[in-house]
């Protein structure tokens, strides 16, 4: 694998790939939330890093130093992650595993590198790092990565250079998700990619689960029927929906919003084709019409819905929140 079999960071990928065509620094830093690929992207810069023969778009895949990154093998090559189930990585592993490998000499590529998972890092391991970082030996360079640059001591910062990996298309996630899984839907690999913010990781894992799909169906036929449930079955059978769902109330609410957004597209472009499914546009289409929706009243249905969420943040009675909620939104959808 190559930088350009890579999806998206075209950024990232130009300014990792410069120093493996020059002279590389002997510090790197690459930031981004958590679940984009910085680890991916560590690994293949560090496989250019190591290559007998690299290019700008990483390790040529067929050197000894290549074949024996691919294998997980190279003995110039260490990773410090942090243990599952702990909270930082231990300083000691710190000292054994890094501090007193760096000054042995590299044994068959022209330097050693160390990937170093940052987030593992509290103040104490980082101080442990820091004279390393400060007076690195030649032949060694570090890639640090981290999902939240705050989290480093402003003299670990320094040292570095930070590379920042910026969320993706949704196209883009989508091509991930249909190349990891030939098997799935294109609606289904277009809603994991919408609802994952751009985080290729986020929206692997959410592939794995059903409950998005299962959820994007209950609450698009929930606002296609608000003006028709009665208040009495809105305040009870839709109100166990929300319950029963409780742990994921701020993703109901951002799959609402998506319904929403659809809703909108569809007062300006009825037949536009970013509305997902034929059957349930059809329906949206005539809910607008009957009820005369326009774009002010599915603005306010939004507002409803950030208001439901900046409540729930603040750990307000969920009963209340969610009644009140759904009596706004059914008073705005069936126009008042």
């Known amino acids: 694998m190559a930088f350009s079999e890579l999806i998206g960071q075209s950024d990232a990928k130009m300014r990792l790939g410069k120093p493996l065509v020059g002279e590389p620094g002997h510090a790197f830093l690459l930031s981004g939330p958590s679940g984009i690929g910085k680890k991916t992207f560590a690994r293949e810069f560090a496989k250019g890093l190591l290559c007998s023969h690299p290019t700008a778009d990483g390790g040529c895949g067929t050197c000894p130093n290549c074949v024996y990154m691919r294998e997980h ?92 990996l910026i969320p993706n298309t949704e196209e883009e996630v989508k091509k991930v998700l249909e190349s990891r899984n030939p098997d799935i839907l294109p609606e289904e690999a277009a809603l994991y990619a919408r609802f994952s913010n751009g985080i290729i990781g986020y929206g692997l894992d959410l592939a794995e689960t059903s409950w998005l799909i299962n959820d994007w169906e209950e609450v698009t036929d929930l606002i296609l029927q608000l003006p028709s449930i009665s208040r009495t079955e809105l305040l009870t059978e839709v109100y166990s929906f929300f319950d029963e769902e409780k742990e994921h109330f701020l993703d109901i609410l951002a799959l609402m919003n998506m319904v929403f957004d659809e809703m909108a597209i569809a007062v300006v472009s009825p037949k536009s084709d970013r509305l997902q499914g034929e059957n349930k546009k059809d329906k949206m289409v005539e809910m607008i019409r009957k009820y005369k929706l326009n774009a002010e009243m599915i603005g306010r249905c939004s507002a409803v819905l950030t208001s439901a969420a900046k409540a729930s943040r603040v750990n307000g009675n969920f009963e209340m929140i969610v009644c009140r909620m759904l009596l706004a939104l059914k008073k705005e959808c069936s126009n008042g």
Do not use: C, W
């Open 73 to 164: 093998t190279h003995p110039d090559y260490k990773e410090l992650l942090l243990p599952s189930g702990e909270k930082n990585i231990k300083v000691a592993d710190v000292r054994s595993r890094i501090l007193s490998d760096v000054g042995i000499m590299s044994q068959i590529a022209s330097r050693k590198v160390y990937l170093i998972d940052a987030d593992g890092l509290a103040e104490e391991g980082q101080n442990a790092l820091l004279k390393t970082l400060e007076e690195p030996p030649k032949h060694v360079v570090f890639i640090l990565t981290v999902s939240d640059e705050s989290k480093l001591l402003p003299t670990i910062l320094s040292r570095t250079e930070s590379v920042r």
